[in-house]
């Protein structure tokens, strides 16, 4: 309860100050997992995301984060969950596969850290490790504008992308390389696009 509360109050904010529009909410069903990937420029991505979407989602975020209490807490409350960077953090991707398998939505944004599109463009390859290891459908989002008060931000949610043909235990780089190729060429897309 106090979830959505949070995320009611957020959602309010966001509208007010970012005047959020969200195009694509029919991309997402009502049960069935996805990863959901975005682009990621602000620390406001991930709130703007998970407020406007219709469904509860889990977000994995820098564990560097959580060193702050009231963040958190917060996090906590909002299904927030660490991941260390620059290692392979095997909890917190066992956590994510047993989201995943249990029907959840898992929220990443696959270049790792705020980079804007521009500077990178390049994603990890955990998002498509995860995609291809459950066989799940991955949807990716385009965010769009500058995170500055009173500024137009636009979510736009694409169709999911099937990778299940790929599914594995065990990936080669290869297609890992291609699948999180895939994917981020996807989000340029959708943070490229008019709406």
């Given at each position: 309860?106090?979830?959505?509360?949070?995320?009611?109050?957020?959602?309010?904010?966001?509208?007010?100050?970012?005047?959020?529009?969200?195009?694509?909410?029919?991309?997402?069903?009502?049960k069935g997992a996805y990863i959901i990937c975005a682009n990621h420029t602000s620390n406001w991505d991930a709130p703007i995301l998970v407020s406007n979407l219709k469904?509860?989602?889990?977000?994995?975020?820098?564990?560097?984060?959580?060193?702050?209490?009231?963040?958190?807490?917060?996090?906590?409350?909002?299904?927030?969950?660490?991941?260390?960077?620059?290692?392979?953090?095997?909890?917190?991707?066992?956590?994510?596969?047993?989201?995943?398998?249990?029907?959840?939505?898992?929220?990443?944004?696959?270049?790792?850290?705020?980079?804007?599109?521009?500077?990178?463009?390049?994603?990890?390859?955990?998002?498509?490790?995860?995609?291809?290891?459950?066989?799940?459908?991955?949807?990716?989002?385009?965010?769009?504008?500058?995170?500055?008060?009173?500024?137009?931000?636009?979510?736009?949610?694409?169709?999911?992308?099937?990778?299940?043909?790929?599914?594995?235990?065990?990936?080669?780089?290869?297609?890992?390389?291609?699948?999180?190729?895939?994917?981020?060429?996807n989000i340029i897309m959708l943070t490229n696009e008019n709406i």
């Amino acid at each position: 309860m106090l979830r959505k509360i949070i995320v009611f109050l957020v959602y309010i904010f966001n509208v007010i100050v970012f005047r959020v529009k969200c195009v694509g909410q029919e991309n997402i069903q009502n049960k069935g997992a996805y990863i959901i990937c975005a682009n990621h420029t602000s620390n406001w991505d991930a709130p703007i995301l998970v407020s406007n979407l219709k469904r509860k989602v889990y977000v994995m975020a820098k564990a560097e984060l959580f060193k702050n209490k009231f963040i958190k807490w917060l996090g906590d409350k909002c299904c927030v969950f660490p991941v260390k960077r620059g290692m392979r953090d095997i909890e917190s991707i066992k956590y994510s596969l047993k989201l995943l398998k249990d029907g959840e939505i898992l929220v990443i944004f696959p270049e790792g850290t705020r980079k804007g599109l521009e500077k990178n463009g390049k994603a990890q390859n955990g998002v498509a490790y995860m995609a291809i290891r459950t066989g799940v459908p991955v949807i990716p989002v385009g965010i769009q504008g500058e995170m500055k008060p009173f500024r137009k931000v636009k979510l736009n949610i694409g169709e999911p992308l099937d990778f299940s043909q790929y599914k594995s235990n065990k990936p080669e780089k290869e297609i890992l390389d291609k699948v999180s190729k895939e994917i981020m060429d996807n989000i340029i897309m959708l943070t490229n696009e008019n709406i």
